[in-house]
């Protein structure tokens, strides 16, 4: 029995004056199952002196 699948990265970074969000979608392909998830990262600069 053969399964193929694809696992799919992507990072979109969006940065506003000191504040910058990250999203990390993550997909995941194969014939019986399709999954997606989206983790989002907040990077708040201001924090740091």
Partial sequence: ???SFTIFFHFQVKCDHNT???YM???FLSST???TKIVKYRIDQSQQN
């Fill in 25 to 27: 979608l993550t997909l």
């Fill in 33 to 35: 199952l399709r999954h």
């Fill in 1 to 3: 029995m053969e399964t």
């Fill in 20 to 22: 910058c969000d990250v």
